[in-house]
C-alpha cells in the first residue's frame, strides 16, 4: 500500500509508460525502420492534433497458459479511444504488432467491441486500424469470444455510422473478416496482407507455394478481389485517404453529408464534354475525364479504382452537395458490364442510401457482356444485385445518357421504373432493348430474305430503324426521358436535379423485417 501521492502518482505513471512502449523501445524501432508508423503514431497522423482520450489503457490478458502469465503488457496489443477528425467525432482502435503480434484474445476483442458499441449507441464513425496475426492460439475457446464478437458488433453498426477500415500490415485468419464486414478497406501497398489461410496453410492443404504478397498484398485485392476499396502508398498516405474520406460521409445514417463551398459555379457549362465524348458510338474514351470536368473543382474520390474498371464509383461534390458516381467506362472492355462490375455498383448504391447520399448515373454501355463464362458464373445473379439495389434505395437519383444505353443496361443503370427521379439524355444518346441491326434482322427477316440486295436492304431497313426508335427523341416522346440537354449543360441539370430533389422523402412501403438480396 502507497503511503504518500507521490509513490501512487509514479506507479500510475509507469504504468502508462509502459503501455505508451507496446512490445519495447527494440520492436517499435523495428516497425520504423521499415518504414511504418506504430499503433499509437498511427492514431496521432489520424486524428486532429491533441484530441485523443485513450479508453481501456491498462487492461491485460488474463491468459496463463503457455508461458503466458510472463508475457502481460498493458494495453493487450490494441489501442482505443476516441478523437475528432477535422473537428468531427470518432471512435477509433489500432492493433500493435509489436504486442503478441497485434493477436486478438478476449481482453484485446473486449476493448475493440467496446469502442464499435459506444460507436453505434453515439452515433459516430469507428475507425480501425488493422495490424493483427488472427486469433491468439494460446487463449484455446477464449480467443473466439474476442474475434467473433467484433463480427457481430461491426455487423450491428452497418447502415447506422460509417465504419472505415485500414490493413496496414497483417490481417489474417477472422481478423479479415472484420475488415470485409466495414464499409470501406483502405490497404497499404507492401506492407500489408490480407487472407484467411496464410500461404503456410495454402501449402499444407494444396501443396501449393505462394508469397504473402501474391496471396493477400494490396494488388491482389486492389484488382482480382474487390475487397480493397482504396490502396495507399504508405501509412501516411493510408491516414491521409481515411481523413479525405471520411469528408464525404455523414456522421450517421440519420443525416447527410456536410457541404463544403467550392466557388465552382453551380451554372457553369462544361463545353469540353463535346471533344471529350467522341459523337461515334464505337470509339472509346475515359468516363473518368468525364466526371472530372463536371465535378466540383475537379475533385472525384474514386472507390474500388482498380477492381471492374469498366465501371466507375465514387463521391464527388456537385453544387457543394456530396453525390455518389455510378458510370460506364467506354475505356475499358468498351463499357460492357459483367458479374463484378454489378457487385460494384450495387454494393456501392446500397453505401450511398443507408449515408443519405444522393446518386448520380452516367451511362454509356452497349449490354452486358455475352458468352458462355459470364452466364455459367451466375452473371443472372450478380446483375439481379443492381436491380435490387436501385429499387431498394430511396435517395435522389438521376440518371444522364450520353451514348449507348442497350438491353439490360436500361433497368441497371437508371430509368424511372427502377426508380430513378429524372432522367436526362445527350442527343446522341441511343437507347432500346435491342440494337438496330439485330432488331431488324428479327423484326424483317422475311422482307430481307425476298430483297434483291439483302445486305443493302438491311442497311437501309438498320437506319430506319435508327432514326425511329433509338434517338432521345423518341425516349422523351413516351416520357422515359425528362429531357434532352446539350451536353455542355451537364453539371448545371444535375446540380439544378440535386437540389430540386433535396427534400425527398421515401414513399411509405409495405412492413417487412428485411429483403432477401440475391446472391
Known amino acids: 500500500m502507497a503511503t504518500n501521492w507521490k509513490d501512487e502518482l509514479d506507479r500510475l505513471a509507469g504504468k502508462e509508460a509502459q503501455a505508451r512502449t507496446g512490445g519495447g523501445e527494440e520492436r517499435l524501432a523495428s516497425l520504423r525502420a521499415a518504414g511504418r508508423l506504430t499503433a499509437r503514431e498511427r492514431i496521432d497522423a489520424l486524428l486532429d492534433r491533441g484530441s485523443f482520450v485513450e479508453l481501456n489503457m491498462l487492461a491485460e490478458h488474463q491468459c496463463r497458459d503457455f508461458g503466458m502469465d510472463e508475457k502481460k503488457f498493458p494495453g493487450d496489443g490494441v489501442v482505443t479511444g476516441y478523437g475528432t477528425v477535422a473537428g468531427r467525432k470518432v471512435y477509433v482502435y489500432s492493433e500493435d504488432a509489436t504486442v503478441l503480434g497485434g493477436s486478438t484474445g478476449r481482453v484485446h476483442g473486449t476493448k475493440i467491441h467496446t469502442v464499435l458499441r459506444r460507436a453505434r449507441e453515439h452515433r459516430v464513425p469507428v475507425i480501425g486500424l488493422h495490424d493483427s496475426g488472427g486469433a491468439r492460439i494460446q487463449e484455446g475457446m477464449d480467443n473466439v469470444y474476442g474475434m467473433t464478437g467484433m463480427f457481430s458488433e461491426i455487423a450491428l453498426n452497418s447502415g447506422i455510422v460509417p465504419q472505415i477500415v485500414a490493413i496496414m500490415g497483417t490481417c489474417a485468419g477472422g481478423a479479415a473478416y472484420s475488415a470485409a464486414l466495414a464499409d470501406f478497406v483502405v490497404q497499404v501497398k507492401g506492407t500489408s496482407q490480407l487472407f484467411v489461410t496464410g500461404p503456410v496453410q495454402v501449402e499444407e492443404v494444396l501443396g501449393e507455394k505462394v508469397s504473402l504478397e501474391a496471396l493477400g498484398g494490396a494488388e491482389v485485392h486492389r484488382t482480382l478481389s474487390g475487397v480493397t476499396h482504396v490502396t495507399a502508398e504508405n501509412d501516411a498516405d493510408c491516414l491521409d485517404r481515411i481523413r479525405r474520406l471520411l469528408a464525404y460521409l455523414p456522421q450517421h445514417n440519420l443525416e447527410a453529408p456536410a457541404r463544403r463551398h467550392s466557388g465552382d459555379p453551380i451554372d457553369r457549362e462544361v463545353p469540353e464534354l463535346l471533344d471529350l465524348v467522341p459523337i461515334e458510338p464505337e470509339r472509346n474514351y475515359d468516363m473518368r475525364k468525364v466526371i472530372l470536368k463536371i465535378a466540383d473543382g475537379g475533385e472525384f474520390f474514386e472507390i474500388q479504382e482498380g477492381f471492374a474498371p469498366n465501371m466507375v464509383v465514387g463521391f464527388a461534390r ?97 430509368v424511372h421504373e427502377i426508380g430513378f427521379d429524372q432522367v436526362f439524355a445527350w442527343p446522341s444518346a441511343e437507347m432500346q432493348m435491342v440494337r438496330a441491326e439485330p432488331a431488324v434482322k428479327i423484326l424483317c427477316r422475311r422482307e430481307l430474305a425476298s430483297a434483291e440486295n439483302p445486305e443493302a436492304a438491311l442497311q437501309e431497313k438498320v437506319e430506319e430503324y435508327r432514326k425511329l426508335y433509338l434517338t432521345p427523341y423518341h425516349s422523351a416522346s413516351l416520357l422515359v426521358v425528362d429531357a434532352v440537354i446539350h451536353p455542355r449543360d451537364t453539371r448545371a441539370r444535375i446540380i439544378s436535379a440535386l437540389r430540386m430533389l433535396e427534400g425527398k422523402r421515401p414513399a411509405e412501403r409495405v412492413w417487412r423485417k428485411h429483403s432477401n438480396i440475391p446472391l
Open 318 to 414: 456537385l453544387g457543394d452537395q456530396v453525390a455518389g458516381i455510378v458510370a460506364n467506362n467506354p475505356g475499358v472492355g468498351d463499357g460492357y458490364m459483367d458479374m463484378d462490375a454489378s457487385d460494384k455498383a450495387a454494393r456501392f448504391v446500397r453505401t450511398c442510401d443507408v449515408f443519405n447520399i444522393p446518386i448520380v448515373t452516367l451511362v454509356d454501355s452497349p449490354g452486358f457482356l455475352p458468352g458462355t463464362d459470364q452466364e455459367h458464373r451466375g452473371l443472372i445473379r450478380h446483375g439481379a444485385k443492381m436491380l435490387h439495389a436501385w429499387t431498394e434505395a430511396t435517395v435522389p437519383k438521376i440518371s444522364c445518357i450520353l451514348r449507348k444505353m442497350y438491353g439490360g443496361v436500361i433497368p441497371a443503370m437508371g
